[in-house]
């Protein structure tokens, strides 16, 4: 008898338990982006090999641009909270905050993987195959090795990869709660480690790559995750808000909140590459293939500013005083890293990971200034959406300016070496001018979207109160000027080396890229209006 | 508590000697005594759930794997200790002590209050895996499906730096055979097997060559690999009667070669 | 049983593990000193869920150990592939990438 009841009970217990209640509408860019992957993965294995390219080819760009309408819809009707303060609604049972942020940052994300997919896609540059392994498994410099390459065997997984990775950077970025933040990190993460040893070329740098990219990623990720433990065990949750509360509700600092919030700052700075967790900035960007660096080089940092973002507004915006000392040394050490240390670069790609570098910094210094939405008056932005529209600048210059250190090569693939750049301004004066107007944009000259970037950030961070930090970014601005226009200065002001770089005409793909690139840097640079409203219309986190 | 008292030093002791121990399969197994110390762990702090997960997954499954690649990469590749950068390993050492005490005076410092206890909850839930379960896939059921995609990665991942395409078909044993026959024909290569080392001479040893009727040693008998290092016996009938059949047996029994 | 004791334990491997990773040179071990710090942060999740009374501690310990299954495929096939190139799973020997 007893036993009976007691499986009624428990089936009653069964019964109780309540259904998740998921907006799949609402949801949709990240079920698209998944769902793409999966059928890229289906591709992988039911295609026949030399359709796959085309078919993963077209499944990626009908997917993401799928996903990039979906969140277009998704925007159009979103509901309004508070009177305005904040846009959308917390989904998919408190686990994603589908806000106007997260909206943003899933749209500049989506774009610059639609841009990176052409990059990923490019075969004109290699003669007629993509730039990535033909067979990783086969030893470089190996018959095998050859006999793949001679047949024109390409990898072709690294569509669903980079459509995985995509889709754990709009979740890492909208994430709502902590254990999911995790779980994107490590979605976004493995398949880039994946993806970065993965080149045709230089096939002992790019494996080096990705294993200082994997251990030192894995480590970060070690303490970001004993940093949500301390959290946890400060709030007793994992909910950002639940966090917020907890903060709020008690006076004066506690020990497990400051440590739990030093370790995943740790782990949150390693992904936007801030020193001193920089390290493997340079090394990751030189070896890996040049497709990815610029996927991880906009993308990455875009999702990564995202969370960081909403983790130290949302749920530790209360604490925001014992958090803004640490964040102004690192923003001030890691623009003075990334501008000195550029200087003796010797190697484009190494250069370009540097200015990355220092780039985090400015981006910090905007968030530093932590102003609020509430106590913006009149027509100022706030920190989030001046951080939000240099994300935007600095992901379209920063692809366009990988896409064309893949156009310049020699008789080895690319060149990379700052000395075989020289005089490329008279061999290949277009492309020199494009790479030019990059590089004046990453130093934040008026008329590219870099000044007005750095405007933005420098004056919502001034008016936060951060006015020293602001001094030193201006100076750091100064000194990072002086290497791009070293670049600058040997392409068209120096005689050619040797027989001298030669410019590979690249497909319609690649063209689109930097042309993109390079009109949106125009653009942003003349007319920014229409994206600093769209970031000022997607308004604060929502709570 | 007696299980926490008796393990805590077992897993500390391990965990260092797992730094400082200079084999990879050592770490290994000391780092298996701290994983199957913590799983009784968390069956002592009410989690039948992860006791079972823990052994399961990380012991069974983790574990098994990095031992699996030691034996790959070959068990006798110990790590060199011999510091590279100068410093390093005192700077490692006393950051991690920093570290430490950091952590444990912020712990000792928080006001953690009374232990709640999983038994209201877990009575709530009707037991531990029921609450686990009713938990996961309701409020964390949107990460529990995204964690596919992490292991969906994880296989195509290992797949496309491990699995090797065979890009030519095999040849099947017909194939071969009828190549064989034509190689005879064209270039006379014989079609039989290669003579196997030391037929017909003093000994069987890898690097004894055969010894053709006439008594001149067959070249095609000793590996590839001998003859390009240049380690094969020299057999030939003109050293044999120079040194004397007696100082060569006399050398095999004391070891010399 | 008070939480503290667990918490100091789990600092203390945590510790440890980092230590390991910063002093070996060994690119298996190395990882492996991750996978102690990993467990360490386990040991932390379940100590709090049981001084919180809800099983969101228990859940995260269940999820880091499926994300660290992941892992593990991924990085024991990266380190594998270095190793068949070079024969040496040393860290110092991957030293191409420099200043």
């Known amino acids: 008898m007893t036993a009976h009841t007691s499986t009624l009970a428990s089936r009653l217990a069964a019964e109780a338990f309540n259904k998740p209640d998921i907006d799949y509408g609402k949801l949709s860019p990240l079920l698209i982006v998944f769902g793409v992957a999966l059928v890229g993965v289906l591709v992988e294995a039911f295609a026949p090999r030399d359709r796959r390219y085309v078919i993963q080819t077209a499944v990626s760009i009908v997917g993401l641009a799928a996903a990039l309408a979906a969140v277009v819809v998704v925007g159009l009707n979103v509901q309004s909270n508070h009177g305005g303060a904040s846009l959308g609604s917390v989904e998919a049972m408190g686990a994603i905050a589908v806000d106007g942020p997260s909206l943003f940052i899933w749209g500049t994300v989506l774009i610059f993987s639609l841009m990176s997919v052409l990059l990923f896609a490019e075969r004109q540059l290699e003669g007629g195959i993509t730039a990535f392994a033909g067979q990783a498994a086969a030893l470089p410099g190996t018959e095998a090795e050859r006999e793949a390459s001679s047949r024109g065997i390409e990898h072709t997984e690294v569509f669903p990869l980079m459509l995985f990775a995509i889709g754990g950077m709009m979740l890492f970025a909208s994430a709502n709660d902590l254990l999911t933040m995790f779980v994107a990190l490590e979605v976004l993460s493995l398949p880039l480690y994946l993806l970065c040893g993965l080149a045709r070329r230089r096939r002992l740098i790019s494996q080096e790559a990705a294993l200082k990219y994997f251990l030192l990623g894995a480590f970060s990720s070690a303490f970001f995750l004993y940093g949500i433990a301390l959290v946890y065990g400060y709030a007793g949750s994992f909910r950002l808000g639940d966090i917020d509360t907890a903060v709020s509700s008690t006076v004066g600092g506690n ?15 390693f992904k936007v590459s801030a020193a001193p967790f920089h390290a493997w900035t340079p090394d990751v960007y030189q070896g890996a293939p040049t497709a990815v660096t610029a996927f991880m080089a906009a993308c990455t940092k875009v999702a990564a500013f995202g969370a960081l973002l909403r983790v130290f507004y949302v749920a530790l915006g209360g604490v925001r005083w014992d958090w803004q000392p640490m964040m102004w040394v690192i923003a001030a050490l890691t623009m003075a890293i990334g501008s000195i240390v550029a200087i003796t670069q010797t190697d484009i790609k190494r250069m370009l990971a540097y200015s990355s570098v220092a780039h985090a910094g400015f981006l910090i210094t905007g968030f530093v200034g932590a102003q609020q939405g509430i106590e913006v008056a009149g ?16 992901g379209f210059t920063t692809i366009g300016a990988f896409a064309v250190v893949t156009v310049v090569r020699d008789a080895g693939g690319e060149t990379t070496h700052l000395s075989r750049w020289a005089g490329l301004g008279k061999e290949a004066p277009v492309v020199a001018g494009v790479f030019a107007f990059f590089l004046l944009a990453f130093a934040g000259i008026p008329l590219t979207s870099g000044f007005t970037g750095k405007w933005a950030v420098f004056t919502s961070a001034w008016a936060g109160g951060a006015w020293p930090l602001v001094v030193v970014a201006v100076l750091m601005s100064v000194v990072a000027a002086f290497f791009y226009v070293r670049v600058i200065v040997v392409m068209f002001f120096s005689d050619p080396v040797g027989d001298g770089p030669t410019v590979a005409v690249p497909s319609i793909l690649t063209t689109i890229t930097i042309t993109v690139g390079a009109a949106m840097t125009l653009l942003l640079g003349v007319v920014p209006q229409p994206v600093f409203d769209l970031a000022r219309a997607a308004g604060e986190f929502i709570r | ?137 309701s409020t964390y059921v949107f990460a529990f499906e995204v964690t596919s995609a992490l292991l969906i990665t994880a296989a195509l991942g290992a797949m496309v730096l491990a699995h090797r395409e065979r890009l030519t078909p095999k040849p099947t044993q017909r194939e071969m055979v009828a190549q064989r026959m034509r190689d005879y024909a064209t270039s006379g290569v014989h079609p039989g097997a290669l003579p196997n080392p030391g037929s017909f001479a003093r000994h069987n040893s890898v690097d004894t ?49 | 049983m008070s939480a503290t004791p667990f918490l100091i334990l789990s600092a203390l491997l945590f510790g440890v593990g980092a230590v390991g990773v910063l002093v070996r040179r060994n690119a298996i071990v190395v990882f492996m000193c991750v996978e102690l710090m990993l467990n360490a942060a386990n040991l932390a999740f379940v100590t709090f869920s049981r001084q919180h009374g809800n099983f969101d501690g228990q859940i995260a310990a269940f999820f880091v150990m499926v994300v660290a299954a992941a892992e593990v495929v991924v990085g024991l096939a990266i380190i594998m592939t270095i190793f068949r190139t070079r024969r040496s799973a040393s860290v110092d020997d991957a030293s191409l990438l420099k200043y």
Not at chain 2, 46 to 72: D, E, K
């Open chain 1, 379 to 394: 027509q100022q932005i706030s920190s989030l959406q001046a951080v939000m529209f240099y994300l935007v600048a600095y």
């Open chain 1, 255 to 269: 020990g497990l909140l400051l440590a739990g919030m030093a370790l995943m700052a740790v782990g949150l700075l």
């Open chain 2, 209 to 257: 060559p055969a010894l053709l009727p006439d008594g001149t040693p067959s070249e095609l008998s000793i590996s590839r690999v001998m003859r390009a290092r240049g380690t094969v016996r020299d057999v030939s009938r003109d050293r044999l009667t120079e040194r004397g059949i007696e100082t060569e047996t006399r050398q095999i029994e004391e070891g010399e070669r």
């Open chain 2, 1 to 137: 508590m007696i299980a926490f008292w008796v393990l805590a030093p077992v897993m500390v002791v391990a965990a260092v000697a797992m730094v400082m121990a200079r084999k990879a399969v050592h770490c290994a197994l000391l780092l298996a005594v701290i994983m199957i110390s913590l799983a009784v762990l968390y069956a002592v702090q009410n989690a039948p759930f992860l006791f079972a997960v823990q052994i399961i997954v990380y012991t069974g499954a983790v574990l098994m794997l990095f031992l699996f690649v030691l034996m790959l990469v070959g068990v006798d590749s110990s790590d060199s200790l011999v510091e590279t950068l100068r410093g390093q390993r005192v700077a490692a050492v006393v950051l991690g002590l920093l570290f430490g005490l950091l952590v444990v005076v912020a712990l000792s410092q928080a006001t953690l209050g009374t232990v709640v206890g999983l038994s209201a909850a877990s009575e709530q839930a009707d037991g531990n895996v029921k609450g686990i379960a009713a938990l996961l896939f």
